[in-house]
């Protein structure tokens, strides 16, 4: 079947990551919207057809002032591409500080879509993702059966989460009134969340953590935002939005959403992400895998770490063997580097040290990448000069195949430091080497 005629995308999103890009936009895929995802705003006017369209932007830990400016200005771009509705995405883990920047940015986008200046303006926000363990309950998130302030995220090196209360940790970074749709009205139905969302605004809340502890929520959420502007949340709650479309009759089944071009070319693996899963995936490719560890301290020496890492590689990849390369560290040895070079500087310098090694790779005839952590896949796509992702299906939960456009496509796995399972790496560069048309 076709889509129905149209002008314009449906859906339009921001994303303050890139992994979260493509987490959100892998969703979307399997609700059977035909997805693109750009790397920052494009600086071309020209239609992008699809769907929906996921800007990826690297806004997460930056100044919240410019963080607000890059996300409206991808609303912009957006707005110019038809979309109907618009989403703003973040981790699912909420990632932010008491100066933002989800409040902020909330705010925002919320006044720039709001026709009566923002007065009765009103979105949710809801980062749950029950598929990969992140639930929230009055209020409270969890991850997995551990409150978030007690499950490792306190130890974040840019955005320790220290408080697993979402009420309290988003009405720290906004002025705007934060309110709750509790789970007890999200158990009642569509039409029960919807009076919900009409008392809160009554008594004057511009933004509200909502409640979810399955997929089923998710979708009754989804449905009930139908005719929000915005929403705002992780990627679980996208679950809902494909089938608004569809009883609005602007969208149809799409048997090939989801198909991606097969790439030829050698394969590798980066990792930048020190987060508990990314470590176990390290560890469990290290024993049977070659592997080479990054030494920030080394880097700051003026060591040529970059050389030496494609030195490593270059045996491998004359063998048409796959490597590791990687700065992943425990929380220890993270703070150990961070109190000698600094918190952003040592971030910076293990972004743009696997930046370097990502494009040594390309002109050594690799085309194929699986990239481990949300800072890190954002500096890599923009040395690899990457425009623009086709989304493809699922590797595991939150993270998608994808595929550069143009002749010469690239195969990308970009996952978020938190997901995937042990066996990850392994499993997704037998997806990218099975993914074809």
């Given amino acids: 079947m076709t889509t129905p005629s149209r002008q314009g995308a449906l859906l339009g999103c921001i994303a303050d990551d890139f992994t979260g890009a493509t987490d959100l936009a892998n969703m979307l895929v399997r609700g059977g919207m035909r997805t693109v995802q750009t790397i920052g ?3 071309s006017g020209e239609p992008v057809h699809a ?20 996300s409206l200005a991808a609303l912009h771009w957006l707005r110019a591409q038809g979309c109907r509705q618009f989403f703003f995405k973040y981790c699912s883990t909420f990632d932010s500080t008491d100066a933002g920047n989800i409040g902020p940015v909330t705010d925002a986008l919320l006044d720039a879509l709001s026709a009566d200046g923002g007065a009765r303006a009103f979105t949710i926000a809801c980062p749950a993702f029950p598929e990969n363990g992140r639930t929230i309950f009055r209020g409270h998130l969890f991850v997995g059966d551990t409150l978030l302030n007690e499950s490792g995220m306190e130890n974040h090196p840019l955005t320790p989460m220290r408080d697993a209360n979402l009420v309290r940790v988003l009405q720290r970074q906004t002025s705007s009134k934060v309110g709750l749709v509790r789970y007890d009205a999200v158990a009642q139905g569509v039409a029960r969340v919807r009076e919900s969302f009409d008392a809160l ?42 089938g608004n479309f569809r009883r609005a009759g602007q969208l149809d089944e799409h048997a090939d959403a989801a198909s991606l071009p097969r790439v030829e070319g050698l394969s590798a693996v980066l990792a930048g992400s020190a ?85 040594g790779l390309f002109e050594r005839g690799v085309r194929k990448f699986v990239v481990a952590g949300g800072e890190t896949s954002g500096a890599v796509v923009q040395a690899l000069d990457v425009r623009t992702l086709r989304i493809g299906a699922q590797i595991d ?35 990218l080497d099975g993914a074809a048309t």
Wanted: charged share 20%; hydrophobic share 45%.
């Fill in 51 to 70: 769907d929906a369209l996921v800007v990826a932007l690297k806004s997460r830990t930056i100044p919240a002032a410019d963080a607000v400016a890059q």
């Fill in 275 to 359: 987060s508990t899963a990314t470590r176990a995936q390290v560890a469990a490719w290290r024993d049977t895998r070659p592997a080479f560890r990054i030494d920030p301290l080394a880097a700051a020496r003026g060591e040529p770490v970059v050389e030496q890492a494609l030195a490593f590689a270059q045996p491998h990849l004359d063998a048409g063997e796959p490597m590791l390369i990687y700065a992943t560290a425990t929380p220890d040895e993270v703070k150990a580097v961070q109190s000698e070079l600094g918190v952003s500087e040592a971030g910076h310098l293990v972004e743009s040290t696997l930046a370097s090694i990502a494009r």
């Fill in 201 to 242: 605004r009554n008594e004057g809340v511009r933004m509200a953590i909502a409640d979810a502890v399955s997929d089923a929520d998710l979708h009754v959420l989804g449905e009930a935002c139908a005719d929000l502007a915005l929403i705002t949340g992780g990627s679980g709650v996208a679950l809902g939005l494909p």
């Fill in 41 to 43: 705003v494009p600086a």
């Fill in 397 to 431: 939960p939150g993270v998608p195949a994808t595929a550069t456009t143009g002749d010469e496509p690239l195969a990308l796995a970009l996952k978020s430091g938190n997901f995937g399972s042990e066996d990850f790496f392994e499993k997704a560069l037998r997806h």
